[in-house]
């Protein structure tokens, strides 16, 4: 049996470039980038990971940011955190989603440590901020020395607790496009105990024609509905081009159950999670659907 010890070389960075060279140095190794520590360092007090060297990445000021602009979208920096995505007035205006996710993200504390893209690292596949990224069509930006490329939220989780970043990179940055007129988004999640992790939530994208009658758009997240989060391609085929009614948004449901994969659990079985995720998808849409009206 390996024996876990809890010495690790400990290497803090102080901007990217640093981390980056860090990374470079380490990639062959067991190593942790470290960021708020909210998930980071549960797993090892419990000793479910014994990282060799832990690069704190916490100091990197440069990468703690929320920037909008008009053409480009939102930009949310690797060290934003979840409390300072909630309280942001621009994301409150542009994408009020966001701030409403947040708010049942864990608990204030958390909220003040936890990073949104240190959440998304973690790859729980039940963490909140994933669907709703995946309605808005948002992007990860994943940096190593020297390169950077980006992945879809959608396939940013690659399986359980597992992402697209290999070792030596890190990923830098979401980016959100601007929201087309007539569109509206709403994410809801259900869990047992308010601030705990959802047993399903769905997130749903609906933009609309000019005249607010049919479905141009329609784009639909899943989390703690497998082993990854979901984006329901054919639940979405669903509703584009037609005039979405509730009977519509129905179907639509049964769609994505058949895309999704629950697993049974002490807190439920993989059927009542699967019919879960199905009722939440008709609430989410009708309200996705009455804020397009509205926009
Ligand atoms: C009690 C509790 C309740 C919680 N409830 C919820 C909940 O209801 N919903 C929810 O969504 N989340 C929940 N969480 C998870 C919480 O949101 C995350 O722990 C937190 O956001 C992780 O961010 P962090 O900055 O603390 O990351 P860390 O803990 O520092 O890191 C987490 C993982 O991501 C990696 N990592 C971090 N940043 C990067 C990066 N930039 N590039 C590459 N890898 C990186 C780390 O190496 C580590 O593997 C809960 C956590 C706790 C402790």
């Given at each position: 049996m390996k024996t876990i010890t809890t010495d690790f070389d400990y290497l803090p960075a102080t901007t990217v470039e640093e981390a980056l060279d860090l990374l470079s140095q380490h990639k062959d190794d067991e190593y942790r980038i470290l960021a708020g520590g909210q998930s980071l360092n549960t797993a090892m007090k419990h000793r479910l990971i014994a990282p060799e060297y832990i690069i704190d990445?916490?100091?990197?000021?440069?990468?703690d940011y929320i920037k909008f602009d008009e053409k480009e979208g939102l930009k949310i920096g690797a060290l934003a955190t979840h409390r300072s995505l909630e309280k942001s007035p621009i994301v409150r205006e542009k994408y009020g989603v966001l701030c409403e996710m947040e708010?049942?993200?864990?608990?204030v504390e958390t909220r003040n440590w936890g990073t949104v893209v240190g959440d998304l690292c973690n790859a729980?596949?039940?963490?909140?901020?994933a669907p709703p990224l995946i309605a808005l069509d948002a992007k990860l930006k994943i940096a190593s020395k020297g390169e950077a490329r980006t992945v879809d939220a959608a396939e940013f989780a690659v399986d359980f607790f597992d992402t697209a970043v290999q070792p030596g990179e890190m990923a830098t940055e979401i980016q959100i496009p601007v929201l087309p007129p007539n569109t509206g988004v709403y994410f809801t999640k259900y869990s047992q105990?308010?601030?705990?992790?959802?047993l399903a939530s769905v997130a749903v994208l609906i933009t609309l024609d000019n005249k607010k009658e049919s479905c141009t758009n329609a784009r639909i997240g899943l989390a703690g509905v497998g082993s990854t989060p979901i984006r329901a391609k054919k639940a979405e085929e669903v509703l584009k081009g037609k005039k979405i009614t509730e009977a519509l948004l129905a179907e639509a449901a049964e769609v994505a159950k058949t895309e999704i994969s629950p697993v049974s659990g002490i807190e439920g079985s993989a059927d009542y999670k699967r019919e879960l995720a199905g009722t939440l998808l008709k609430r989410v849409g009708k309200v996705a659907l009455e804020r397009a009206q509205k926009a």
């Open positions: 990445i916490k100091g990197l000021l440069d990468l708010e049942n993200v864990a608990s729980d596949p039940a963490a909140d901020p105990m308010l601030g705990d992790y959802a």
